[in-house]
């Protein structure tokens, strides 16, 4: 049975920073992509960085430059760092397992909020 537990949401004034985890099992870790989406109110879940199996990361235009996905295969974990936090970036963040476009695993999210 596939779990993947975030952790590391919370509220953080414009400009901060927040570490995202996603908590793996039931899944051959290292030989999955991964991914993080993410849901604000009133909008269609998006995708927001993607990584390979090999450790390559593709990021959405919106977060590039400031969002950084990796992952430790000893953990079984994908981390999410967000740096440079916008009020836009408030949504619920969810991690996902396989690459994109695959049925896949979800984890349970968790919010991040983005407000002074």
């Known amino acids: 049975q596939v779990q993947l537990v975030e952790s590391g949401g919370g509220l953080v004034q414009p400009g901060g920073s927040l570490r995202l985890s996603c908590a793996a099992s039931g899944i051959m870790f290292r030989t999955y992509a991964m991914g993080w989406y993410r849901q604000a109110p009133g909008k269609q879940r998006e995708l927001v960085a993607t990584i390979t199996n090999g450790g390559i990361a593709n990021y959405a235009d919106s977060v590039k430059g400031r969002f950084t996905i990796s992952r430790d295969n000893a953990k079984n974990t994908v981390y999410l760092q967000m740096n440079s936090l916008k009020p836009e970036d408030t949504a619920v963040y969810y991690c996902?397992?396989?690459?994109?476009?695959?049925?896949?695993?979800w984890g349970q999210g968790t919010q991040v909020t983005v407000s002074s």
């Open positions: 996902k397992s396989g690459p994109v476009g695959s049925v896949g695993s």
